[in-house]
């Protein structure tokens, strides 16, 4: 057996569980992918690691711990040549991706690697590792921890194993999408050689080899089941070998499986585009993982390495992403924000024939909606007059339920019992791998602390973090329910506008009621309603962020004015009394205290919720001068109330 962890380290199944906190770690490769570049200006090596207490843990699982190391420059990735090397890893964070842990490097992240042919029978320090120029030696604990790891483990079958990998420059797409904001180990989109439009697939013929292709296109529908998941994307070209969607009144397509094994996670009509331009992708496995986790109606994506067939009919195109059989982990789709287009000329040609298209339906009268539902343009909706009985019934179910919800989400117990209230069943989240945090946890200063490695401590502004919590609703802004939604001006045309005078077709011409979007923006102030309160302390609340389609998931409805649409504002008012009970009607009648007051305890169950922290520059000041400043923020995701 290996010796002791050494001090100021920890041991895999530890790191494992110690989600958000950033530590050291050292570990035996027993997989690892060539460097890739990212989506933005960093190249990346994914490898995965063992130590000796890992196979004998039970509260992990999986072949190691996977490790995520950035890095601009490709040399300067730590240099693993073969399976049986031993990482030294400085300050890494433990994140999640998949619902798995992961080790992803900071920028503060020192490597060193003790190569498998370099490394004695025997504990010892005589071994020079691979590191970059003036990483500071390892102690003699931390060599013969190293080593003793190593021998740990059957080196014949390392050596055996072991394959080519090369450290050597790979060339940068030319037509790569810039950063996206997220800490998932997904492999960069290949050479662009492979990228094909949909109007350019076909089957090949009778001796030809297989068609494998890249695609990027925007998510119409989703179909979920055990097995597989499959995504109906368009990137807006036309084939003649796909199937035809026609546009009625009824607008209905395919949507799940005539046994109703398979369900839609989008609404029963087609939403668009009509005729022949989606294509349905089946994924497997990680890939499909990936999909059901990660995935909504209207996301662009970008899709590696396709396998491009006829249906099960034989006489129409589809694709099949199934998974890497050498590397399993790889997850084969990317997704891609199309406020990037700007670096990208494939998606910025993909958002303009969009655009071209909802023009054109626009001005027949249809709308193209990005929550999976197509409808005609009622421009008298708001004034017509209900139909006598059949709405008149309706009102009075509905009313009948909003009283039994309401009466479901009643609570008059004291803060002393509040940990043994049930969650509110109409709040229903994500099915995430991700245990229940304290807010007092996640609000804690403490955990913004990390130690550079010299041992000097340092402050990081926020974490690229989720949680979830158990909370319920202290007060919201802004005051006024109509004021919830916010106009825009579209920002999944700002990369293309700029180009748009240049371009003189009028399917570029900028229509105000067109291009006059409305997002959800407001914000909840909640407390923690997973613990009681300490004797004599008030829990400390937290601002969660509603935005964009985080609301659209929460409300499940699309933002609109709600000053000038009565129907939208009570049907926002009737979902928002489930998380928050009477709060608005004793705000309306000046009965509303202090959110913390005792006489403010509010009427409505806890729910539970998915919080996503990040970080939202703001504008500072330092010595005079300005400075551009980095606030901790939170907002709500992957939440949803039920009606």
């Known amino acids: 057996m290996a010796s002791s962890v050494p001090d100021g380290y920890m041991d895999l199944p530890k790191a494992w569980q110690s989600m958000g906190k950033i530590g050291n770690i050292v570990g035996v490769v027993v997989d690892y992918l060539t460097p890739t570049p990212t989506k933005g200006t960093d190249y990346a090596v994914t490898f995965t690691l063992i130590d000796s207490q890992w196979k ?20 300067k990735l730590p240099s693993i040549e073969s399976k049986g090397d031993v990482v030294v890893l400085r300050n890494m964070k433990i994140t999640e991706w998949q619902g798995v842990p992961i080790a992803i490097s900071t920028s503060t992240s020192v490597w060193q690697v003790l190569a ?30 190293a080593t003793a790891l190593c021998n740990d483990q059957d080196r014949t079958s390392y050596r055996n194993a072991n394959s080519v990998h090369t450290n050597a420059p790979f060339p940068v797409p030319q037509n790569q999408v810039n950063p996206i904001v997220q800490a998932l180990p997904i492999e960069s989109p290949q050479p662009h050689q492979k990228f094909r439009l949909i109007q350019d697939l076909h089957i090949p013929g009778p001796g030809e080899p297989l068609l494998f292709a890249n695609l990027m296109g925007e998510v119409r ?31 209905k397509g395919r949507d799940g499986d005539k046994y109703g094994y398979t369900t839609s996670r989008a609404h029963e009509s087609w939403p668009g585009p009509w005729g022949r331009m989606t294509m349905v ?54 997704i891609i924000q199309p406020t990037k287009a700007e670096n990208d000329e494939d998606l910025k ?3 303009k024939r969009r655009r071209g298209y909802e023009s054109k339906m626009r001005k027949g009268g249809v709308i193209l909606l990005k929550d999976g539902k197509s409808k005609k343009h009622l421009h008298s909706q708001d004034n017509e007059k209900p139909q006598a009985e059949s709405n008149n019934a309706r009102r009075k179910r509905e009313k009948r339920e909003r009283k039994r919800k309401a009466k479901e989400g009643q609570s008059s117990v004291d803060g002393l019992q509040m940990a043994k209230i049930e969650a509110n069943s109409h709040v229903v989240r994500k099915n995430v791998n991700i245990s229940c945090t304290a807010l007092e946890e996640v609000l804690d200063s403490s955990v913004l602390l990390a130690k550079s490695p010299e041992g000097n401590t340092y402050h990081l502004p926020f974490h690229n973090v989720s949680y979830l919590a158990k909370v319920r609703v202290l007060d919201f802004l802004p005051n006024r329910l109509e004021d919830f939604a916010a106009p825009h001006a579209g920002p999944l045309y700002d990369a293309i ?37 300490r004797s004599g302390q008030e829990r400390k609340p937290m601002i969660l962020q509603v935005f964009g389609t985080d609301g659209d998931y929460l409300l499940n409805m699309d933002a609109e004015d709600l000053s000038k649409n009565s129907r939208a504002l009570a049907k926002v008012r009737e979902k928002l009394f489930v998380i928050w009970g009477d709060l608005e009607e004793r705000k309306l009648e000046g009965r509303f205290s202090e959110p913390n007051s005792r006489d403010n305890q509010p009427s ?12 939202a520059k703001r504008p500072g000041v330092q010595n005079g001068s300005p400075l551009e400043q980095w606030e901790r923020c939170f907002r709500i995701y992957g939440t949803t109330i039920k009606m």
């Open 56 to 75: 004998a843990s039970f509260e992990v699982r999986g072949e190691g711990l996977k490790c995520r190391y950035f890095k601009s420059d490709i040399k």
């Open 604 to 615: 409505a169950k806890p729910f539970e919720c998915l919080i996503k922290e990040y970080g």
């Open 221 to 251: 529908k989703i179909y979920v089941n055990d097995f597989r998941v499959e995504l109906s994307i368009t990137d807006y070209t036309y084939n003649k070998d796909l199937f035809h969607y026609e546009h009625t009144s009824e607008s």
């Open 116 to 145: 498998e042919k370099d490394i004695p029978d025997v504990p010892g320090p005589n071994v020079s590792p691979r590191a970059l120029p003036g990483t500071p030696s390892l102690p003699k604990s931390v060599m013969e921890y």
């Open 349 to 351: 040609e993909l958002l």
């Open 497 to 533: 506008l700029s180009s748009a005078s240049e371009d003189s077709s009028s399917e570029m011409d900028i229509d105000s009621s067109g291009d006059i979007h409305w997002e959800w923006r407001f914000a909840l102030l909640v407390e923690d309603a997973s613990l009681p309160p």
């Open 281 to 334: 992708v089946s994924t497997w496995d990680t890939n499909a993982q990936f999909a059901r986790t990660s995935l909504d109606v209207g996301q662009y994506v970008f899709l590696r390495n396709v396998h491009i067939k006829h249906d099960a009919r034989g006489s129409k195109l589809e694709g099949a992403l199934r998974v890497n059989k050498q590397h399993p982990d790889q997850v084969g789709i990317s």
